[in-house]
C-alpha cells in the first residue's frame, strides 16, 4: 500500500506527511515484475519510451533541453530515473512520461455494469478503477465516450441538481472506468450540493481499488475556485490523482484566453500544493486530442497497480 501510494500520490500537499519520496529508479522496485519494453503496446500517434541501457544523462539532459521541456515538471513514473527521461518519452500535449508499466492501451471492450447511490453498493470485485470527476458541463461524458469509442455510453445531457449515481463501466472484462457525478453546479440547491459532498467524498475515503482520480478541469475558462478546492481536497486526503484539461480545441476570438493560457494558470495556482509535479494532459472530445495518450497513461498506472497487488 505504501508503494502504491507513492505512485499514487507523487504530489505533496502541506497538511500531509509523505515520509518517503517517489522511487526514482527501477532497482527500487525491484521486487515487482515490469513489463519489458519490448512489450509496451503504444498508440499508434504516440510514441514508446526508449529506454537504452547506454543512454548517458548528459546526452539525454541535452536532449531535453534541446527539445524544451522542463525536467522538473514531468510526472516521472516507477520505473524511470528523472535523469534518463529523454523528449521522445513525454506524452504530446502534457507533461507525462512513459515508463515501463505501459502496456496494452486500447478499449475492446466495455460493458456498463452497475449505478450505485451509495459507495457500499458499488461492485465489490478486486478490478482496478480510475474515477473520473469534474465540475458539471466540463465535458465528462464526452471525454467517457471518447475513450470507449461509443457515442452515449455516459449521458452527455444530464439535468443540474437532479440525483446522480456512482456509474460502473466494465473496460475489457479487467477494469474500470467509473463516473462520478458533476460537482460544482451554479443553479443548484444546497441540498444537491450536499448530495455531491457526502457520497462522492464517501466513495473516495473507502475505495480501495481506486488507481487515480481524472480530474476534469475546463481550459476554455479560467481556473474555478470549485476545481482548485476539490484538488486540493483529493490530495489531502492522498487520493491520486490525474488533471485532464478539457476542451483544448476551443481557440476564442476576440476577448477571453486561449486554453494554453488558461492550463498555465491553473498549473501555477496549484503548484504550491506539489512537491512533485501532478500529471497532467490535454484533451478535446470533437478532435479526440490526448485520447490515446490519456489510455496510455492510465496503463501505466494500471499495470503498476497490479503488480504491486500481487
Ligand atoms: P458533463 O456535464 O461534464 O458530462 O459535460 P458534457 O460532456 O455533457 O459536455 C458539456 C458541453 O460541452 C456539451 O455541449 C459538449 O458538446 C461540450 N463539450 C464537451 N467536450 C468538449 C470538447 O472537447 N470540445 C468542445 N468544443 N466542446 C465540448
Not at 66 to 92: C, H, K
Not at 157 to 173: A, D, E, R, V
Not at 202 to 209: A, E, H, I, Q
Request: proline content about 8%.
Amino acid at each position: 500500500m505504501l508503494l502504491r501510494n507513492r505512485l499514487l500520490n507523487p504530489q505533496n500537499f502541506p497538511v500531509i506527511n509523505f515520509s518517503s519520496p517517489l522511487p526514482s529508479s527501477s532497482s527500487s522496485l525491484s521486487f515487482l515484475r515490469p513489463l519489458s519494453v519490448s512489450s509496451l503496446h503504444a498508440p499508434t500517434n504516440s510514441s514508446p519510451p526508449k529506454r537504452s541501457s547506454t543512454a548517458q544523462p548528459n546526452a539525454s539532459a541535452s536532449a531535453a533541453a534541446a527539445a524544451g521541456f522542463v525536467r522538473t515538471a514531468l510526472f516521472v513514473p516507477p520505473g524511470v530515473s528523472r535523469d534518463e527521461v529523454t523528449a521522445e518519452m513525454v506524452l504530446p500535449g502534457s507533461n507525462i512520461v512513459v515508463g515501463p508499466y505501459a502496456g496494452e492501451a486500447r478499449i475492446k471492450m466495455v460493458e456498463f455494469v452497475k449505478s450505485s447511490a451509495r459507495a457500499r453498493d458499488c461492485p465489490k470485485d478486486s478490478r482496478p478503477e480510475f474515477a473520473i470527476l469534474g465540475r458539471s458541463n466540463v465535458g465528462k461524458s464526452s471525454l467517457i465516450n471518447t475513450l470507449v469509442r461509443k457515442k452515449d455510453v455516459a449521458l452527455t445531457s444530464k439535468k443540474p441538481g437532479k440525483t446522480q449515481l456512482i456509474n460502473h463501466f466494465l473496460i475489457n472484462k479487467s477494469w474500470y472506468i467509473v463516473d462520478l457525478p458533476g460537482y460544482g453546479f451554479a443553479n443548484a440547491p444546497e441540498s444537491a450540493r450536499m448530495d455531491w459532498s457526502s457520497f462522492t467524498k464517501g466513495y473516495f475515503l473507502n475505495r480501495d481499488t481506486l488507481v487515480s482520480a481524472l480530474l476534469l478541469v475546463d481550459s476554455s475558462i479560467p481556473p474555478q475556485k470549485v476545481d482548485l478546492d476539490c484538488a486540493n481536497w483529493l490530495g489531502r486526503n492522498n487520493i491520486g490523482m490525474t488533471f485532464v484539461f478539457t476542451k483544448c480545441d476551443k481557440i476564442k476570438s476576440g476577448k477571453g484566453k486561449r486554453p494554453d493560457d488558461n492550463i498555465k494558470h491553473f498549473q501555477d495556482m496549484i503548484s504550491k500544493f506539489y512537491q512533485e509535479p501532478p500529471p497532467w494532459i490535454m484533451t478535446s472530445s470533437v478532435s479526440g486530442l490526448g485520447r490515446d495518450e490519456l489510455l496510455l497513461h492510465m496503463s501505466q498506472l494500471r499495470n503498476y497497480w497490479d503488480n504491486e497487488a500481487v
